[in-house]
């Protein structure tokens, strides 16, 4: 008898490390009998190859993922448990964890994946090397389903997004945002590369990258970014300059880290505190949220990783639209 196939939901629980022993024993049972098929062998050093079955299986089970509705039942339970945390005097310390409830759309063409970000939020999705990026709404990431057996690890990028990538000095990372391309061995850096602009940014936040395009005589121009420093591309005259960005300004981009702490804070401080740091305005769909009260440490974290915490802590959700974040729940009425 040939083992379930696993649900899209079990296999990305299992690359986020978050199975019981049950789900577990049902992936590698699936996995092993897809090894027997093939004349492979099954040991436990099949991390590489695991995952990128799971990451096909994924993509060619769910291409298009809905966004999960909490009903009104569980948006009191998250508040509860908020409330109950804050009267423990308890200190939680946000630290960054794997995208496990990915939203968006998803498309699988040949050996390429394209996943776009067609939602109201900024979403956290994987690279098949483990590198991250923070997607913008709108933005659209393509890669190949594999990395393995190639000299570069190639995506096409368009819209708005944070990348950490990791280290590979053999494989270089490289992105192509049309004409420009940017290339990295590991670090961390923004993209904007949004097709209605007139043009595209790359901003470094850590490590080097180069970033090079055809200039207007089809020449190649680089220039080799560092920390705070930002490339400008016109796309009209293919010009390229460089630029330096501070972190110390009066506002924060929102993918540049931030440490802060919030002690019982009331939710409408947070947000004072959060628009005094980054650049946006955050406004409330129902001011019962103003109301909650934070108790939370964040440490060299971004805009993104902040709303999300606060989204699991108060049982709110949000949405951003350029510089606005709307926060939405049921709040708390007491």
């Keep these: 008898m040939n083992p379930k196939l696993p649900s899209s939901e079990i296999l990305k629980k299992y690359l986020a490390d978050q199975c019981n022993e049950q789900e577990r024993a049902m992936v590698d049972a699936w996995y092993q009998q897809l090894n027997s098929e093939a004349g492979e062998t099954f040991s436990s050093s099949d991390e590489e190859n695991l995952y990128e079955r799971i990451q ?37 310390t946000f630290s960054r964890k794997p995208q496990t409830n990915l939203v968006g759309k998803m498309t699988a063409d040949s050996a390429w994946i394209t996943f776009s970000n067609d939602k109201k939020k900024i979403i956290r999705y994987a690279l098949p090397d483990h590198s991250l990026v923070w997607l913008q709404p709108g933005a659209a990431v393509s890669h190949p389903l594999s990395f393995q057996s190639r000299t570069n690890r190639e995506i096409r990028f368009h819209g708005e997004g ?59 121009q680089q220039v080799v970014l560092k920390p705070e420093q930002q490339a400008v591309f016109e796309k009209a005259t293919n010009n390229m300059t460089v630029n330096t960005v501070k972190s110390n300004k009066i506002n924060n981009e929102n993918w540049q880290s931030v440490s802060l702490v919030f002690n019982e804070t009331p939710m409408a401080e947070v947000a004072n505190r959060l628009q005094q740091t980054f650049r946006i305005k ?53």
């Design 162 to 220: 944070f990348f950490d990538v990791t280290r590979d000095v053999k494989h270089p990372f490289i992105i192509y945002c049309g004409n420009l391309k940017t290339r990295v061995l590991g670090t961390s850096f923004n993209v904007k590369a949004n097709k209605n602009e007139s043009t595209y940014k790359v901003s470094v936040v850590t490590g080097s990258v180069a970033v090079s395009t055809p200039n207007a005589k089809n020449k190649i």
């Design 282 to 334: 955050i406004e409330f769909a129902n001011p019962h949220i103003k109301k909650c009260r934070l108790k939370v440490d964040f440490n060299n974290q971004r805009l993104p990783e902040i709303l999300e915490m606060i989204e699991t802590l108060l049982g709110t959700t949000y949405e951003i639209e350029g510089d606005k974040v709307t926060l939405k729940g049921e709040g708390c009425k007491n």
């Design 56 to 92: 096909l299986q994924i993509s060619e089970t769910e291409i298009i993922h809905e966004p999960q509705v909490l009903p009104l039942r569980k948006f009191r339970i998250y508040a509860a448990a908020a409330v109950v945390v804050l009267c423990l005097g308890f200190v939680y």
